[in-house]
């Protein structure tokens, strides 16, 4: 009988045996601000649509060398994948080895299923890491019900997210914030439900 009760409870047992090495052993939190910007490949990914790739290389990329001269390492978009890999594993490949991530959304990215994939393995990066390292850009207003789900998760758990205006107060304040979540990956208290 009571082997059969241990049978039947072992997931219980087996978490409350987890629960009581954790108290006894305790466990190191891993903390993303000890980890600096040159400690990785990539010092800032840009992922976009390739529909946008005009805007990056017109708008984006000259204000970053303009405004923030020691970003030297940047990979812009499906350029630095390495062509060596399969294009998933180039993806994860470049997010894992990138301080910050930034996915540029708008309205053609929204039905395309390659750029969905590709915010679904950066959020699952941000999961495994438990790091902060996901920034959303929006170029364009893009109607709720046209979000991917995991976007409209992502913006629910008040995650860094900017909108790109034509004026030049609101550009004003999206260099400023930038350059605030460029400073640090902040560690992370829950997960996405991926």
Known sequence: MTGFLIY????WLNYKIFLLKLFVLGYEQHDGEDLQADDYEYQLNIMCHDD????????LRPALEERMPHLQRVAYGDDALRVSMYYIDAVYHIIDNSYKTVLLLSNHCADDAWFITKVRVALEHVNETGLDKVMLVFLDDIPDERLPYLVRL???????NLLWTED??????FWAYFEKCMRTNPQINHVLPI
């Open 8 to 11: 039947r409870k072992r997931w």
């Open 168 to 173: 030049h107060d609101g550009q004003d304040f």
């Open 154 to 160: 992502f913006l629910s758990r008040d995650r860094p």
């Open 52 to 59: 946008d790739d005009d805007w990056v290389h017109g708008v």
